[in-house]
T-cell receptor
Framework: DAGVIQSPRHEVTEMGQEVTLRCKPISGHDYLFWYRQTMMRGLELLIYFNNNVPIDDSGMPEDRFSAKMPNASFSTLKIQPSEPRDSAVYFC?????????????FGSGTQLSVL | QQQVKQSPQSLIVQKGGISIINCAYENTAFDYFPWYQQFPGKGPALLIAIRPDVSEKKEGRFTISFNKSAKQFSLHIMDSQPGDSATYFCAAANTGTASKLTFGTGTRLQVTL
């Protein structure tokens, strides 16, 4: 398996623009997580899905952020409008049957820079 | 609210030395404590994990020590090597009610020659 695939690897945009990050989880995994990594706050969970259904979005910073998982093999994280403080590395991770041992497999991340 | 506190923020260790990274948690419902290793440009990857029914778990040069009463756990890297230079994250989860991991803020480890 190719692992968790994220695109794009790097995104540079101007303040106010819409940004869409994409993720393809490992085939067969039933949990999908979106994390944001910054130097100040480390890894923060934004939202996670189980069987394509959002379970906990309490980490989504504000209404400018939204996430969807239309099917088991694809998820998006959208920021509209983007702001400089959104600059961070965004990771997608997936796992299988997260209840007992939630072993997460992370993608390589999307480095987002909002100018 | 920072539920998992990690220290130090950065660490420099000589080759062959012992690297020690500490974490403390607040939520007594946590019952799964993994450590993740992250190399530059990559996502974190699971390194080793422990559950609170044991006080220590060892895998090769990596050992987790767990103190349930103090709500603390630590990662020890014996005979540290330059290839161990990475950022290490501790994490915790309550596997009974949620599948999400709460991560510490990370420790940047540099192993020098």
């Amino acid at each position: 398996d190719a692992g968790v695939i994220q695109s794009p690897r790097h995104e540079v945009t101007e303040m106010g623009q819409e940004v869409t990050l994409r993720c393809k989880p490992i085939s067969g995994h039933d949990y999908l997580f979106w994390y944001r990594q910054t130097m100040m706050r480390g890894l923060e969970l934004l939202i996670y899905f189980n069987n394509n259904v959002p379970i906990d979005d309490s980490g989504m910073p504000e209404d400018r952020f939204s996430a969807k998982m239309p099917n088991a093999s694809f998820s998006t994280l959208k920021i509209q409008p983007s702001e400089p403080r959104d600059s961070a590395v965004y990771f997608c991770a997936s796992s299988l049957g997260g209840g007992i041992v939630p072993k997460l497999f992370f993608g390589s991340g999307t480095q987002l820079s909002v100018l | 609210q920072q539920q998992v506190k990690q220290s130090p923020q950065s660490l420099i260790v000589q080759k062959g030395g012992i690297s020690i990274i500490n974490c403390a948690y607040e939520n007594t419902a946590f019952d799964y404590f993994p450590w993740y290793q992250q190399f530059p440009g990559k996502g974190p990857a699971l390194l080793i994990a422990i559950r609170p029914d044991v006080s220590e778990k060892k895998e090769g040069r990596f050992t987790i020590s767990f103190n349930k009463s103090a709500k603390q756990f630590s990662l020890h890297i014996m005979d540290s090597q330059p290839g161990d230079s990475a950022t290490y994250f501790c994490a915790a989860a309550n596997t009974g009610t949620a599948s999400k991991l709460t991560f510490g803020t990370g420790t940047r480890l540099q192993v020098t020659l």
